[in-house]
């Protein structure tokens, strides 16, 4: 199982980048899609999901800014972050999980939340 993280970097306030996450070795179609941040001294919070239908949410701290999708059929994940804020700045996680994705927004959220966990890709707004 893999999960390949892409597209992060150093971006100035209000400036974007387009984040990929690669799938691979499980059935991702069966699977919600997340992507979670995490910065040092902080909890990781969940920004947006996919699910298996298609629909998406987002946190309300990126709303209006972030957009997750996932084209049909294919196995990679993407999201797009528009408006970047210093704040915004972390270590973006691409993660699945079996169970729906629309309630593991927002912080809190362990481990055990996902099932499958990429490495991890730098955001630097600065």
């Not at 999960?3 to 209000?14: A, M, Y």
């Not at 957009?67 to 990679?76: D, E, L, M």
């Amino acid at each position: 199982v893999q999960l390949v993280e892409s597209g992060g970097g150093l971006v100035q306030p209000g400036g974007s980048l387009r984040l990929s996450c690669a799938a691979s070795g499980f059935t991702v179609s069966r699977y919600h899609m997340s992507w979670v941040r995490q910065s040092p001294g902080k909890a990781r919070e969940g920004v947006a999901g996919i699910g298996t239908g298609g629909v998406s949410r987002v946190a309300d701290s990126v709303k209006g800014r972030f957009t997750i999708t996932k084209p049909w059929g294919k196995t990679i994940v993407h999201l797009q972050m528009n408006s970047l804020k210093p704040e915004d700045t972390a270590m973006y996680y691409c993660a699945a999980s079996k169970g729906a994705c629309y309630g593991k927004l927002g912080y809190g959220l362990g481990l055990r939340d996902f099932t499958y966990w990429g490495q991890g890709t730098q955001v630097t707004v600065s």
